[in-house]
């Protein structure tokens, strides 16, 4: 059984999610991009430790406190590579802070991936267009979609690394899936895959 906390942190309310499955010792965080302390302490109260942390694409705002989590509780941390191996750039260390980060070792996402983490099993799809590098992570019948899908909208893509037609490849690639899930995005509310094919109107052209 999935169990899922959710915090929105910081000036974006960026959303990280605390997840851990039945009896489980430990959590897998998704993108811890505020407040370390205030996710730390979070998670002593559930009486769990920092298994990995999982990011859902490298900006900012969804990783600001991977670093201080790492170092404080030894974690693994997976991303996709795409967003860690970036040519340094005007302004690229601002909006990709990992970007060839060397604080620990990395663990990138392949497309279809199975990872096995707090007693859950997690699924990766990769589904690139706001960043090179972003993933859906997907776990029993959910679905964390990062900045790649919201309730009603869709993550930007006029970003340094963003690419507005791959994006729309990775919308039909979640739009071609037969089975629902209910979907816990990067910012904002949660809503379910049925709902925003019938509804988002990036999803319904």
């Known amino acids: 059984m999935l169990h899922i906390q959710g915090l929105p942190l910081g000036d974006y309310q960026t959303n990280c999610y605390i997840l851990w ?30 298994e ?6 490298g900006h ?17 941390l997976w991303m996709h590579q795409a967003d860690w191996a970036i040519e340094p750039g005007y302004g690229i260390a601002q909006l990709f802070p990992l970007a060839n980060c060397d604080f620990c070792p990395v663990n ?15 699924r990766i799809w990769q589904t690139p267009g706001h960043t090179w590098g972003s993933v859906c992570i997907g776990c029993e019948d959910v679905l964390f979609t990062g900045d790649t899908l919201f309730a009603g909208s869709i993550g930007r893509t006029d970003f340094p690394h963003s690419h ?42």
């Open 21 to 50: 499955g039945e009896n489980a010792s430990s959590c897998v965080v998704i993108d811890p991009g505020y407040d370390a302390q205030r996710i730390l302490q979070q998670i002593a109260q559930l009486g769990l430790s920092v």
């Open 52 to 57: 990995a942390i999982f990011l859902t694409h």
């Open 164 to 205: 507005h037609p791959t994006m729309l490849d990775s919308l039909n690639f979640l739009k071609s899936q037969d089975k629902d899930y209910t979907l816990y995005p990067g910012h904002g509310e949660a809503s379910s895959l049925s709902y925003e094919k019938k509804y988002n109107p990036f999803l319904t052209l």
């Open 108 to 122: 990138f996402y392949d497309h279809h991936q199975q990872i096995f983490a707090a007693r859950l099993t997690f």
């Open 60 to 76: 900012f705002d969804h990783v600001g406190a991977v670093e201080e989590i790492v170092q404080k509780t030894g974690c693994a």
